[in-house]
């Protein structure tokens, strides 16, 4: 049997690793010719760690585990009647066609800019590895530009960084920014105090990190407050340009802050395959673009094709479409399931429908700073950081990229310091070559 | 005082680290926010490393160092009567001036494409972090395209590695690729053999490692054969497409092979400000773009203006201009000699003309496989490449630096794998964000 899988995220790898045993052939086809971590991108994003850190080799993965293929291109179409994939590979841009018995489609999301993707070019996105990159040669080269910069108006609008979208992502990058400015920096610059960045963190809804329960979203924004953020709840950003974002409040009015760094952490927006696929199954994507799967994750009408992770919807026994949170344990379990349907299915068997076992949530803030719920259990700073600490080494692939990541961390923990700091081309006006 | 101290590389750094007790007041200006350990950067184009191991930023360098002030941005123009420098900052592009009373320029030199900028595209520099990620990408996504690539005679483009230039960057990157191919990639391809990955080693002049010993340079040739390499001796490339690679050879005949990735290591031509240093001081470049120095490194006729590094020629007693070999010890004792000089002339006493101390040379091949002329000990295998692993560790700068490296110089050796394999945007085709 051919099975198809695309995209190698947290779901579509899950999903692979256990068909290992069975009697399959399989090609993983991803874009990228690596798993991301993506838990921790923001922490690339402000020079903790390096790329190859949190993004291991799809083909190192998968190195001894023979029923696998692994295929390096964007999947432009699904043919659900012929049962075909078609693939523009990577790098040459040739299009190519594969034929599947099983699909599983886990591509995943990414940030909607609301409609206004010219946005993107002021706030590049934190969640790929190059949204990263480039938002790292920002922020450092920001510092870089005020240092020099003999306006004190101007140099402000350097030193002002605007975090769009209130999610764990926000909230951990705004933190970093953060320690970066009063801890990291503060002894590196003769002309500014770095400890005068001002950081904004800027969300539509009325508390951060929604999520998580009311009690944890309020310490997560006292957190925030030490660590020098100023938060702004209930407000929207309106526009964004290289000098400026424009922020309206509830009531209305809109004022304009004069800051030459954005970041993107907000809306969310289901991979365009979701649409495809929605298409394909006769169905219709919710407002983020997700597409509805039946209870064991198949599309409607086609048992032999699935998706899994954040561009889908799992209608429950009562047919109601249920949102199930944007998490990597959700996808990694949706990827197993899915396995395992498969495998069933092969000795003639069937599977329960999929349900989600909720392990809790973590964030963290900062050194020694994090909000994690787990079961039920509320917990806050030491024990919290210890635990998403712990939860975050554990699920990093790669026994070599675990090392580096707890020496970078230890390091980084005792010196204060952030070994790749490095602003490389893809920043703002960085030159290249 | 003032010093301006121009590039951050080895020269430069030696200089300001021992300016630290002088009273003096010292900006280093680059255009790159890190000091990179040259040496490495073929690793980082194979994927052994990763990029902020061998990059550390100046400012973490300098952070306790209070005489110093570095400033990111591109040098312009010198002005040796009005003792000033022009500085272009990153990121903002605006113009600023330095005044000095001191001035080391310390610029370093790039390859040359003997006139053909326009191969750049094809065949990118192996010298720059920017040309390693870029050649890694096109490495790596070369593997990629064959693996799905149903003509033979295409595939064989794909796996063809075209590496110009014998010296010790292009052995060893000639090296790591045939490495690569044979061991790290064996088992990582389902569709191709990456064993079956032809290395094509061309060098101009009739052996390679021609600054060492004939006898090593034999055997540096012979290691690279038993890596799959194949070693072009007194052969010139002359033209270079996306497609294939011109090569001629010394009879006069040329032939096309068709290669799909070259690298370029071959040519050395001065920064651009040797020429601006020269015209200035009213001399001439050699023909590498060199400024001719006086014994102490100084400008003709401008005691206050030092050059050094492979930017330069040294006049010796006779006023015969020398070149040094292109090398880190030479830049680092030459940086050292100028911080002396300048600070012995604050004391009003005066200094020898500087002399190189020549501690050997050393190149490496693979695995237990390098090259070593030490102080006239010629040695080889084993015991020059334990010493080319010691030599490397101890220079490269940074604690945390130092321990990731053997860490994965250490996983590398034990699993024959290579963590930092990762297509970025920068390769040939791969598109970005």
Redesign the interface.
């Known amino acids: 049997m051919r099975v198809v899988v695309v995209g190698g995220g947290f779901g579509g790898l899950q999903c692979v690793k256990h068909l290992r045993r069975a009697a399959v052939e399989i090609t993983l086809v991803d ?4 798993h991301l971590f993506q838990p921790l991108v923001y922490q690339v994003a402000t020079g903790a760690l ?4 949190i ?1 291991t ?1 799809l ?2 993965i998968f ?2 585990q023979q029923n696998v ?6 999947v432009t179409g699904v043919d659900l009647d012929a049962r075909t994939v078609t693939v523009q ?6 299009a ?1 066609q594969l034929p599947y018995d099983a699909l599983v489609v886990s591509a995943g999301s990414r940030y909607s800019y609301f409609g206004h993707d010219d946005w ?1 070019t002021f706030a ?2 934190l969640k ?4 990263a ?2 938002i790292r ?1 920002r922020i ?2 920001a510092f ?2 005020a ?3 003999p306006d004190e108006e101007r140099r402000r609008a350097w030193l002002t960084f605007v975090v769009v979208g209130g999610g764990p992502t926000g909230v951990e990058m705004a933190g970093q920014i953060g320690e970066l400015a009063r801890d990291t ?1 503060r ?5 500014i105090d770095p400890r005068a960045a001002r950081v904004l963190l800027v969300e539509t809804t009325e508390g951060l990190l929604t999520a998580f329960p009311r009690s944890l979203s309020r310490k997560a924004a006292r957190s925030l407050r030490q660590l020098g953020v100023t938060v702004f709840l209930e407000q929207t950003v309106v526009d964004v340009t290289a000098e400026s974002v424009s922020i309206a409040t509830s009531d209305g009015t809109s004022r304009s802050e004069p800051a030459r760094t954005a970041i993107w952490a907000a809306g969310v927006e289901a991979s365009p395959l979701a649409t495809v696929l929605s298409v394909a199954a006769g169905g219709d994507v919710d407002r983020a673009g997700r597409v509805t799967v039946e209870p064991d994750l198949s599309l409607p009408g086609h048992p032999e094709a699935f998706a899994i992770g954040d561009m889908v919807r799992v209608r429950d026994a009562t047919g109601v479409a249920q949102t199930l949170p944007g998490l990597a344990p959700v996808a990694m379990q949706q990827g197993r399931y899915v396995a395992r349907v498969l495998r069933r299915r092969a000795d003639g068997g069937r599977t329960k429908p999929f349900r989600y076992a909720d392990k809790g949530n973590l964030a963290t803030i900062g050194r020694l700073r994090a909000v994690a719920d787990v079961k039920g259990l509320h917990l806050s700073g030491l024990v919290a950081w210890l635990t998403w600490l712990l939860v975050h080494l554990f699920y990093l692939i ?4 675990r ?2 990541v707890i ?2 961390w230890t ?1 980084s923990f005792v010196t204060h ?1 952030r ?15």
Chains 1, 2 share one sequence.
């Open positions: 874009r990228q010719n690596f390096s790329a190859a850190e993004a080799p083909r190192a190195k001894r293929r692994v295929v390096l291109g964007l590979h990577q790098p040459t841009g040739d190519g993107r590049p996105e790929s590895l190059e949204g990159l480039d040669s450092l080269g870089e530009a240092e020099v910069e920096l002894k590196d610059f003769r002309s790669g026994f070599q990229n090392l580096i020496l970078r390091v310091g070994g790749a700091r490095l602003i490389t081309r893809g920043g703002d006006a960085s030159e290249s070559r």
